[in-house]
Every structure is written in structure tokens, then in C-alpha cells.
T-cell receptor, first 114, second 116 residues
Framework: QKEVEQDPGPLSVPEGAIVSLNCTYS??????FMWYRQYSRKGPELLMY????GNKEDGRFTAQVDKSSKYISLFIRDSQPSDSATYLC??????????????FGKGTLLTVNP | DSGVTQTPKHLITATGQRVTLRCSPR?????VYWYQQSLDQGLQFLIQ???????AKGNILERFSAQQFPDLHSELNLSSLELGDSALYFC???????????????FGAGSRLTVL
């Protein structure tokens, strides 16, 4: 079983839809949870990060972490064509001393149609 | 512009050859990370340097090597190239908030390597 599982999609939605992107993980030692957005031909950019279970909101984006279920989600409200990108979840855990290991999901390709 | 600079943007070479990818981290960042991204494998961690020293190693092949120089720029050397090495190679840098584990990485735009 992979440490981090993410449905690659593709996911296609109409403009204005609510989008739900999800990742599951197997290692309960993961402590930090992040979402990166990657536009075509660009590097990933950090969208949000959370530490504990619960919700974190930033504008139209909400990140949700459920540690008991080992499940994280990213919700996008009122989706826009400019949200079309690949969304990667990422998680980190302590790998020894002061080192932390970051593991990425494979990414979900999202297209928002005008 | 993320502040992380990678060169070259595109590279086409032949099997068996050697290439060097270069990365300048964001100003003030001491850690540099190298990742390989392919369609089937996703984003795979290769290696991390912190202030000139190797800190962590991931799925880096023996044919690949990296280093970080005193001015903090880093180079990734890929040798005896194979067709399967064709991928996007990303460099990322961080402030290295290792005491918290929130590895907030800033990525460059990547170097696209095509091996023919």
C-alpha cells in the first residue's frame, strides 16, 4: 500500500461548482498536511497547510484533515476557470533528529469549464 | 516568479550522455531539494541539501549526484542517461523550519529533460 493515495482524475466541473479533492494515507505518523497547486508547465506552489485535525479556510479554499480516518480534503467553492490545475496533497513526518520527510500524492488534474 | 531559479528550462540529449541541472534557491533559504516528476510516478524526492551538506536522500539513482555550493546554489548531475530518465526535474528551497516539520517548499519552474 502506498503511503499517500490520491485519485489522479481527471476531474472536470462547470464554473461555480464546489470541488472536492481528497487524499488518503496509511502512516499515522504524518503530522503536517499540505496542498500544492501546479499549473501546466510550472512548479507546484503551496496553497494551504494544516497541522491538526479539523478545518482551515482561506478564501474560497478549505482544507480538512481527519486523522482518525487518515483522510484529507481540499474544497474549492465557486470554482473558476483559473483554478484549472493539478492539485497535489503532501504530508510530512519526523524521519529522525530534526529531519522531516515530505511525501506527495500523485496529483489530481482539475479542469473548470466556463 | 517564485524566487527559485532553474536552468536550463529544456534539455534534449541522447542516451548515455551526462547533463547538469542548476538551481539557485530563494534568497535566505538554506535548504535545497531536488525532485523528479513523471506522469506515472508523480513527484519523487531525490535529495536534500542544507547549507552545503547532504541532509536527506530519497529515490536517487547511483547515476545521479548533486551538490550544494558555498553560495547555496545547487547542481544535479545525471549521467549515463537512459530513456526512462526523461522527466521534469524540480528544485525547491525552504527556510528549513525543521523544528516544526512544516516543510514549506518553494519550487522552481523545473527543467524538462528529454532523453532520445
Amino acid at each position: 500500500q502506498k503511503e499517500v493515495e490520491q485519485d489522479p482524475g481527471p476531474l472536470s466541473v462547470p464554473e461555480g461548482a464546489i470541488v472536492s479533492l481528497n487524499c488518503t494515507y496509511s502512516n499515522s505518523a504524518f503530522q503536517y498536511f499540505m496542498w500544492y497547486r501546479q499549473y501546466s508547465r510550472k512548479g507546484p506552489e503551496l496553497l494551504m497547510y494544516t497541522y491538526s485535525s479539523g478545518n482551515k479556510e482561506d478564501g474560497r479554499f478549505t482544507a480538512q484533515v481527519d486523522k482518525s480516518s487518515k483522510y484529507i480534503s481540499l474544497f474549492i467553492r465557486d470554482s473558476q476557470p483559473s483554478d484549472s490545475a493539478t492539485y497535489l496533497c503532501a504530508m510530512s513526518l519526523r524521519s529522525g533528529g530534526s529531519n522531516y520527510k515530505l511525501t506527495f500524492g500523485k496529483g489530481t488534474l482539475l479542469t473548470v469549464n466556463p | 516568479d517564485s524566487g527559485v531559479t532553474q536552468t536550463p528550462k529544456h534539455l534534449i540529449t541522447a542516451t548515455g550522455q551526462r547533463v547538469t541541472l542548476r538551481c539557485s534557491p530563494r534568497s535566505g533559504d538554506l535548504s535545497v531539494y531536488w525532485y523528479q516528476q513523471s506522469l506515472d510516478q508523480g513527484l519523487q524526492f531525490l535529495i536534500q541539501y542544507y547549507n552545503g551538506e547532504e541532509r536527506a536522500k530519497g529515490n536517487i539513482l547511483e547515476r545521479f549526484s548533486a551538490q550544494q555550493f558555498p553560495d547555496l546554489h545547487s547542481e544535479l548531475n545525471l549521467s549515463s542517461l537512459e530513456l526512462g530518465d526523461s522527466a521534469l526535474y524540480f528544485c525547491a528551497s525552504s527556510e528549513d523550519r525543521s523544528h516544526t516539520g512544516a516543510n514549506v517548499l518553494t519550487f522552481g519552474a523545473g527543467s524538462r529533460l528529454t532523453v532520445l
